[in-house]
C-alpha cells in the first residue's frame, strides 16, 4: 500500500522514515490532540493537514480539533495577533470578554477529549485559554506560536501570557521570537511541504506556460520576487538593483509576483510606487494573482533563473525555502530567518543594498555553472532542515522529552 510516508520517503530518503518511525515507536498509541482556529488557509491548517496523517500512520493516536468563534472573536484575535507582532493598539474589553467566552464554549465541547489526551498541542493565540477549562487534565499542554512574538505590545502579551504560563512547554519558530515564560521553550523553524501544489514536481509544459501566459521571453534571463506588496519585502531596491544590471545586461527580465492589494491600503500604496517605478520598462512584469496561484507561483519559482527576497524585515521568509527547494539561488536580504537558510556564498547571497544585491545578480549571470551549484545545495539544504519531515521528528523528539521528563537517558529501540 502506498502510504504518505512512502511518499515523503520518495524525496527525504528512507533514512529519514526510518527515524520518525523510531521516535515515534515508543510513543504507539498515545493520543494527541492539535488544536487550532481554521482548518483551511493559513500556514497553520497547510502544515496540520498533513501532519496530523503523517502521525496517525506513524500509530499515534492523533486528531485534529477547529475551534469555532464568531466575528468578534475574530476580530479580537486578530488584533491579537497584529499587537503581537508589534501594533501598539489596545483591545476592547467587550472584545476580550467574547474571546473568553468562545473558548469557554469550545471547552465544553473538547473537554473530554483534551482531558484525557497525552499530548495536547495548542496553535497560537485563538485556543490558548482552553487550558484554564480543563482542570482535569491529564497529559501534557503545548503551546505553539507561529507568530513573531518578541516585540510584542506589552498589555496584549501580559494578558495572553496570563492563559499560556500553566502551559508545560511552548514552541516558538526562531530563538528571536520567544517570550519569556516560567516553563521549557523549544525552537522549531516552519516548513514547507514537498507535496504541496506550491512546492510539488510540475509537468514541463506547465513550467514553460508562465512564459506564454505572462509575454515572458524563455530565451532570456529571468529574475523573480514573489511576495506581498510590502515595505519590508523591499519591491523598490529590488527594481533598483534590475535598472543597475541593465546597464550590463540588458536583456534581463524581472518579475514582481505579489496578491492584489485590495483589503490592504498600505498594500494599494506601495504596489503604485512600484508600478511607477516600473514605468517604461516592458521587462519588469508586475502580477498580480489571485490568493490560491500555488501552482502557478511553483511554476514562476521554477521557470527563474535567479529567485530574490531582499527583505529588510522578515520573519522566516518561506518563499526563500520554496525557491530553494526548485534548485534556484537566492538574493536574500540580510534580515530575519533568511539568514538561517541562504547561507552567504553558498547555497545563495545575503545583501544589504540594491547595489549588493545587483553586483551578485550580475555574477550569477556571467557564471551560470555557480547558479546551478547554489541551487543545488540550496535544494539539499532544505532537504535537510526545512520539509515537513524535519518538523514532524522535531516534535516527536519534544513529545518524547516531555514523556520521558528528566530522565538521563533516553533508549529507543
Ligand atoms: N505568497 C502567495 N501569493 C503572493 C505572495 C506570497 O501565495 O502573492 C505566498 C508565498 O509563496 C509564501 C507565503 O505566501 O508561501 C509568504 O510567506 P513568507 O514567509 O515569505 O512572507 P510573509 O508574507 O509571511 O511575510
Request: hydrophobic share 40%; proline share 6%.
Amino acid at each position: 500500500m502506498n502510504t504518505l510516508l512512502d511518499a515523503y520517503a520518495n524525496i527525504t530518503g528512507q533514512g529519514v522514515i526510518d527515524h520518525l518511525r523510531q521516535l515515534a515507536a515508543p510513543l504507539r498509541g498515545m493520543k494527541v490532540v492539535h488544536v487550532n482556529s481554521t482548518r483551511v488557509g493559513g500556514g497553520v491548517a497547510e502544515i496540520l493537514e498533513k501532519l496530523v496523517p503523517l502521525m496517525q500512520e506513524l500509530s499515534i493516536d492523533t486528531s485534529w480539533e477547529v475551534i469555532t468563534g464568531n466575528d468578534d472573536f475574530f476580530q479580537c484575535t486578530k488584533a491579537m495577533h497584529n499587537t503581537l507582532q508589534g501594533s501598539r493598539t489596545r483591545i476592547p474589553e467587550n472584545l476580550l470578554a467574547t474571546y473568553e467566552q468562545i473558548n469557554r464554549d469550545n471547552a465544553e465541547q473538547l473537554r473530554a477529549k483534551l482531558e484525557e489526551a497525552d499530548f495536547v498541542f495548542i496553535h497560537d493565540p485563538q485556543p490558548a485559554p482552553l487550558l484554564s477549562h480543563c482542570p482535569n487534565r491529564q497529559g501534557k499542554w503545548i503551546w505553539r506560536c507561529h507568530i513573531d512574538a518578541s516585540h510584542p505590545f506589552r498589555p496584549v502579551w501580559k494578558y495572553l501570557r496570563g492563559f499560556v504560563a500553566g502551559y508545560d512547554a511552548s514552541i516558538f519558530s526562531l530563538a528571536r521570537f520567544a517570550r519569556t515564560l516560567p516553563h521549557p521553550q523549544y525552537i522549531i523553524p516552519p516548513s514547507i511541504d514537498p507535496l504541496s501544489e506550491k512546492n510539488m514536481e510540475l509537468p514541463e509544459a506547465e513550467i514553460k506556460a508562465v512564459f506564454s501566459d505572462f509575454d515572458l521571453d524563455p530565451e532570456r534571463p529571468l529574475l523573480l520576487q514573489v511576495s506581498r506588496f510590502d515595505r519590508f519585502k523591499d519591491p523598490l531596491g529590488v527594481i533598483q538593483a534590475y535598472k543597475l544590471v541593465k546597464r550590463f545586461v540588458p536583456d534581463q527580465q524581472l518579475v514582481l509576483a505579489g496578491g492584489s492589494a485590495t483589503d490592504d491600503p498600505e498594500g494599494e500604496a506601495v504596489l503604485q510606487e512600484v508600478k511607477e517605478a516600473a514605468q517604461g520598462d516592458p521587462d519588469i512584469h508586475i502580477l498580480l494573482l489571485p490568493p490560491d496561484s500555488h501552482r502557478r507561483i511553483n511554476a514562476l519559482q521554477r521557470a527563474a533563473d535567479i529567485i530574490l527576497q531582499k527583505s529588510i524585515k522578515e520573519g522566516f521568509g518561506l518563499t526563500v525555502t520554496e525557491a530553494m527547494w526548485k534548485g534556484k539561488p537566492v538574493i536574500g536580504g540580510n534580515a530575519g530567518g533568511i539568514g538561517l537558510q541562504v547561507i552567504n556564498f553558498n547555497t545563495g547571497f545575503r545583501v544589504n543594498t540594491p547595489e549588493g544585491a545587483a553586483l551578485r545578480i550580475r555574477y550569477l549571470l556571467h557564471h551560470p555553472e555557480k547558479m546551478q551549484a547554489m541551487g543545488h545545495k540550496g535544494r539539499e539544504f532544505v532537504r535537510d532542515n526545512f520539509l515537513l519531515t524535519r518538523h514532524l521528528r522535531e516534535y516527536l523528539t519534544l513529545i518524547l522529552s516531555l514523556h520521558y521528563g528528566g530522565a538521563e537517558r533516553i533508549e529507543l529501540g
